[in-house]
């Protein structure tokens, strides 16, 4: 009999203190955490096991590309199209077909180049994949030092053709265009141009070929980016000589050509580079209005977060703006909810000097090895007791899940952003993903899908991998080699082999032939089904 071995009853929490923590009045209705833990309710011993859908399969149903070396750059959430790339040729004349891998996920042999497979159309072969309109129909390709957008639904193509067009990249390895985005799924294209007179132009290329402006910036543009519900236009720019090196440097250094194709795992280069500081301005798609923010923290709906001189965390919505946490917090965005305008800010302490230090000989206090987490919102703030270890940059809104996964250390819990409550898992549970009120967690051999709102065990799976590969998209997961449903709450089948992406649908994308030792698979792709479960 398969058993829930997880408590996941939902734990409400302490009224917040405004001593030493963010501001605002406590969450209401909270209750201390139950004294035991009912019991989980019984579960079939089955494993539900469910085809992969045919509902709006757009994946192409042939092999993609030839018997080459290859490896996958991007693909669509729903098998439209496939950005990958092949080497096709004998570039290092050795005598044979074949790029290898290096320990550090370096490219070496026959060179590879990018291609663009949408549908069942002859593939394309582009200079490089430079920005994707978040529902991926559109997608902006490089063709013959062009900026070209791609319909993918009917296959129309219209080219950026303005004079002066910003089309230089970084070097990073983040391989989308820095001066190009998709307003969201209108199909219109950001990008910049360089007038006559100096500074740059933020203009957008409609899908009918016409362009419009959108703002007027000074200086150097460094990036440009667009929310991930489409509310705000974020751009970056370098608009004083602050380092005093008598011109203006961007942040990252310029490349004439870049890497294309990328190994299964890349490095990640790092420079020695003392560039000038950013100005960032945030443009409203709903009225055009572009404010300069100093210390901009992220979007959030249709406001945005901002930091104040002092480190104080701010909310700003039109004319008015809410203090969510004050300087003594220090708080950085661990997880910011758009369309709840919640905020999990982890506080890092104060990032500011108040007063003037009375001896130059006290040290400074050490920053904190344990960050305590609140949730904030507009009008209350709630400690939830628990702490993370020092986090990176401010994340952005992207999607707005209900269940929130918390992994601080051996406390791991998932926070119900519509409850605002904890709900508990076992200190070896990991959560991979979360839909709706659901729940994929890992453990050491085992996999077991939950409905942690409802406290149910959906089912459980053994799995014989150390370190499993995993791929997720809206409502379905591959941790291999499970395809797992998460909607349907079943098991679509198992594969075997190398997974390259996952389709809404749950079909995998795959190379025809498995890869040797160190070296690229070779291909070609195609959209499969996962088998079947025997005994099923």
């Known amino acids: 009999m398969t058993r829930l071995r997880l408590a996941l009853c939902a734990v409400a929490l302490a009224p917040a203190f405004a001593c030493g923590g963010p501001s605002g009045p406590a969450h209401?209705?909270?209750?201390?955490?139950?004294?035991?833990?009912?019991?989980?309710?019984?579960?079939?011993?089955?494993?539900?096991?469910?085809?992969?859908?045919?509902?709006?399969?757009?994946?192409?149903?042939?092999?993609?590309?030839?018997?080459?070396?290859?490896?996958?750059?991007r693909a669509a959430q729903s098998g439209r199209w496939v950005v990958y790339c092949q080497a096709t040729e004998d570039t290092d004349r050795n005598g044979e077909l074949a790029v290898s891998v290096g320990p550090r996920g370096e490219l070496k042999g026959d060179?590879?180049?990018?291609?663009?497979a949408v549908g069942d159309a002859e593939p394309l072969q582009i200079d490089a994949l430079w920005a994707i309109e978040p529902s991926e129909r559109w997608l902006a390709v490089k063709l013959a030092g062009q900026a070209v957008v791609?319909?993918?639904?009917?296959?129309?193509?219209?080219?950026?053709?303005?004079?002066n067009v910003d089309l230089l990249e970084s070097g990073e390895t983040y391989p989308l265009h820095r001066a190009l985005a998709f307003e969201a799924q209108t199909g219109s294209l950001l990008f910049s141009r360089t007038p006559a007179e100096g500074g740059f132009e933020l203009r957008a290329l409609l899908p009918g070929g016409t362009t419009s402006r959108r703002f007027l910036g000074q200086g150097k543009?460094?990036?440009?980016q667009v929310s991930w519900d489409g509310a705000w236009s974020i751009v970056d720019s370098v608009t004083e000589d602050t380092n005093q090196n008598g011109r203006l440097d961007r942040p990252l250094p310029s490349s004439a050509k870049k890497a294309r194709c990328h190994a299964p795992f890349s490095s990640f280069p790092v420079w020695q580079h003392q560039a000038d500081a950013l100005t960032t301005h945030v443009i409203s798609?709903?009225?055009?209005?572009?404010?300069?923010?100093?210390?901009f923290?992220?979007?959030?709906?249709?406001?945005?977060?901002?930091?104040?001189?002092?480190?104080?965390?701010?909310?700003?919505?039109?004319?008015?703006?809410?203090?969510?946490?004050?300087p003594e917090c220090g708080a950085q965005v661990v997880h910011a909810d758009a369309e709840r305008r919640l905020v999990l800010a982890a506080c890092?302490?104060?990032?500011?000097?108040?007063?003037?230090?009375?001896?130059?000989?006290k040290p400074p206090a050490p920053p904190r090895a344990r960050l305590p987490l609140w949730l904030l919102g507009e009008g209350f703030s709630l400690d939830l007791g628990l702490a993370l270890g020092p986090t990176g940059a401010d994340h952005w809104a992207e999607s707005a899940p209900r269940l929130v996964p918390i992994h601080a250390g051996?406390?791991?819990?998932?926070?119900?952003?519509?409850?605002?409550?904890?709900?508990?898992?076992?200190?070896?549970?990991?959560?991979?993903?979360?839909?709706?009120?659901?729940?994929?967690?890992?453990?050491?051999r085992e996999i077991e899908l939950v409905d942690a709102v409802k406290n149910l065990s959906l089912f459980e799976l053994e799995h014989a991998e150390l370190l499993p590969s995993v791929l997720v998209v809206p409502g379905m997961a591959w941790v291999s080699p499970h395809v797992i449903d998460l909607e349907r709450g079943a098991l679509v089948g198992v594969t075997e082999g190398a997974v390259f992406a996952l389709s809404r649908t749950g079909h995998v994308l795959q190379t025809e032939q498995a890869a040797r030792a160190g070296t690229l698979p070779l291909g070609p792709l195609v959209w499969r089904t996962p088998r079947t479960p025997e005994g099923d």
């Open 348 to 361: 890092r302490g104060p990032q500011t000097d108040v007063k003037a230090r009375r001896s130059r000989r």
């Open 150 to 163: 791609i319909d993918t639904k009917d296959g129309r193509r219209t080219a950026l053709a303005e004079a």
């Open 221 to 224: 543009l460094q990036r440009v």
């Open 111 to 116: 060179q590879l180049a990018p291609y663009l």
């Open 28 to 73: 209401a209705g909270t209750v201390t955490p139950p004294a035991s833990v009912r019991p989980p309710p019984p579960v079939s011993a089955e494993v539900p096991v469910a085809s992969a859908s045919t509902q709006g399969v757009a994946a192409t149903s042939g092999a993609i590309g030839g018997a080459y070396p290859t490896t996958v750059e």
């Open 297 to 326: 923290v992220g979007p959030l709906g249709d406001g945005f977060l901002f930091r104040d001189e002092q480190g104080s965390l701010f909310l700003q919505r039109g004319a008015a703006r809410q203090r969510l946490a004050p």
């Open 410 to 444: 051996a406390e791991r819990r998932l926070l119900d952003m519509d409850t605002r409550a904890l709900l508990p898992l076992g200190a070896l549970d990991s959560v991979l993903t979360t839909f709706g009120t659901r729940a994929l967690l890992i453990r050491e």
């Open 285 to 295: 798609a709903r009225t055009g209005e572009a404010q300069r923010v100093k210390d």
